[in-house]
């Protein structure tokens, strides 16, 4: 399909490069769209000025959920050329959120034709600070106006921009996190390996509960015993014990984070011992009361490594590496961040150059 081109004639005003974007607040130019309809499948896709759409009430994303997203980021190198992070295993994982939800598949040559070729029209607006980045948000959602319980027969697929700075206002400083043992974020079997909004709606009250005391993120345990670990609010989570490097594994609840994946095979690749498997919230405990439990870290796009400086559980808080970022975090956090701008050698072809 021919991608179409509208530029805007009202262009916004971008921030400076030294203003502290935040995250997810400003927004840039252009947006890629295009839509869905049962029987004609994807069409008119074009890159136009960002705008509002337009939705009947009775569209079945506001009655049904069905919703699904991505996070990736676009970056400018020191040597000023733009580079994508594992843009394809992004829009993979995107497809396998469409089929979980009952929703059509994107072309994943298409999207990435059109992501590109938005990021290109806006990026002026890709900054160029250290930490910054242009975050890309795809998006599918629901149209058809039908009250009734079944998959839609219409969507719409957009992508749209925003220059950001650091998830967290800690950057790389260590967060402390609280452990919720009353709600759960998702069950086994259910979509909590899917990148979907009503995962993330179910995570609110406790994240705001959290906050309320003090907290950057909520710890969430498995929802069938309130036991064992599964992610840290929007990112995944690895304990150093001892010598070796532990990670969750995949339990139908977890999101399959491409971070995750990134620092598991960056650590097999340097000989790192590394495992996957249960973790006890009993174990995370003992182990940091008595010394063995050496670092934690959160995993996810928009944070890249956030390191775990506290753990409170029960009202009880336990130190994490001394209060302070751990060495495997560190190192991981360069090696991940020296390739997506451009930096380091990237041995695992990761990168993609784009301009």
Same mark, same amino acid.
């Given at each position: 399909?021919?991608?179409?081109?509208?530029?805007?004639?009202? %262009?916004?005003?971008?921030?400076?490069?030294? $203003?502290?974007?935040?995250?997810?607040?400003?927004?840039? *130019?252009?947006?890629?769209?295009?839509?869905?309809?049962?029987?004609?499948?994807?069409? $008119?896709?074009?890159?136009?000025?960002?705008?509002?759409?337009?939705?009947?009430?009775? /569209?079945?994303?506001?009655?049904?959920?069905?919703?699904?997203?991505?996070?990736? &980021?676009?970056?400018?190198?020191?040597?000023? %050329?733009?580079?994508?992070? #594992?843009?394809?295993?992004?829009?993979?994982?995107?497809? !396998?959120?469409?089929? !979980?939800?009952?929703?059509?598949? +994107?072309?994943? *040559?298409?999207?990435?034709?059109?992501?590109?070729?938005?990021?290109?029209?806006?990026?002026?607006?890709?900054?160029?600070?250290?930490?910054?980045?242009?975050?890309? #948000?795809?998006?599918?959602?629901?149209?058809?106006? %039908?009250?009734?319980?079944?998959?839609?027969?219409?969507?719409?697929?957009?992508?749209?921009?925003?220059?950001?700075? /650091?998830?967290?206002?800690?950057?790389? *400083?260590?967060?402390? +996190?609280?452990?919720?043992? &009353?709600?759960?974020?998702?069950?086994?079997?259910?979509?909590?390996?899917?990148?979907?909004?009503?995962?993330?709606?179910?995570?609110?009250?406790?994240?705001?509960?959290?906050?309320?005391?003090?907290?950057?993120?909520?710890?969430?345990?498995? $929802?069938?015993?309130?036991?064992?670990?599964?992610?840290?609010?929007?990112?995944?989570?690895?304990?150093?014990?001892?010598?070796?490097?532990?990670? +969750?594994?995949?339990?139908?609840?977890?999101?399959?984070?491409?971070?995750?994946?990134?620092? +598991?095979?960056?650590?097999? %690749?340097?000989?790192?011992?590394?495992?996957?498997? #249960?973790?006890?919230?009993?174990?995370?405990?003992?182990?940091?009361?008595?010394?063995?439990?050496?670092?934690?870290?959160?995993?996810?796009?928009? /944070?890249?490594?956030?390191?775990?400086?506290?753990?409170?559980?029960?009202?009880?808080?336990?130190?994490?590496?001394?209060?302070?970022?751990? &060495?495997?975090?560190?190192?991981?956090?360069?090696?991940?961040?020296?390739?997506?701008?451009?930096?380091?050698?990237?041995?695992?072809?990761?990168?993609?150059?784009?301009?």
């Amino acid at each position: 399909m021919e991608i179409e081109v509208i530029k805007t004639t009202r %262009h916004k005003l971008k921030p400076s490069y030294d $203003a502290d974007l935040g995250f997810g607040d400003i927004f840039t *130019d252009h947006m890629f769209y295009m839509e869905y309809e049962q029987g004609k499948g994807w069409f $008119a896709p074009k890159i136009k000025p960002y705008e509002n759409i337009s939705l009947d009430p009775a /569209a079945m994303v506001f009655h049904y959920a069905q919703e699904i997203f991505e996070g990736l &980021k676009a970056y400018r190198g020191k040597d000023n %050329h733009i580079y994508l992070f #594992r843009p394809r295993d992004n829009f993979a994982r995107f497809n !396998r959120s469409a089929k !979980r939800m009952c929703m059509p598949e +994107i072309d994943i *040559d298409l999207v990435m034709e059109g992501m590109k070729r938005l990021i290109l029209a806006d990026k002026d607006w890709i900054p160029s600070n250290n930490g910054t980045s242009l975050y890309i #948000r795809p998006t599918m959602f629901a149209t058809e106006p %039908h009250l009734g319980v079944r998959p839609s027969k219409t969507y719409v697929f957009f992508i749209i921009l925003s220059p950001v700075g /650091a998830y967290y206002k800690e950057g790389l *400083d260590p967060v402390n +996190i609280y452990v919720e043992d &009353k709600y759960v974020r998702a069950a086994p079997q259910g979509t909590g390996e899917v990148k979907t909004g009503g995962n993330y709606a179910a995570s609110l009250l406790s994240a705001e509960k959290a906050k309320a005391k003090g907290f950057t993120q909520v710890l969430w345990l498995d $929802a069938v015993e309130h036991k064992y670990v599964e992610e840290v609010g929007t990112m995944n989570v690895f304990f150093v014990i001892d010598d070796e490097l532990i990670v +969750i594994p995949f339990s139908g609840s977890i999101l399959p984070g491409l971070t995750r994946d990134s620092v +598991i095979k960056i650590a097999k %690749h340097r000989g790192i011992k590394i495992r996957e498997r #249960r973790l006890s919230i009993d174990e995370v405990i003992e182990t940091a009361e008595n010394g063995r439990l050496k670092e934690a870290f959160g995993t996810g796009t928009a /944070a890249v490594i956030s390191p775990i400086g506290q753990i409170t559980y029960k009202g009880n808080d336990y130190t994490v590496s001394g209060g302070n970022m751990g &060495k495997l975090s560190r190192e991981f956090y360069h090696e991940i961040v020296g390739i997506q701008y451009g930096e380091r050698e990237d041995i695992f072809g990761w990168r993609e150059k784009i301009d």
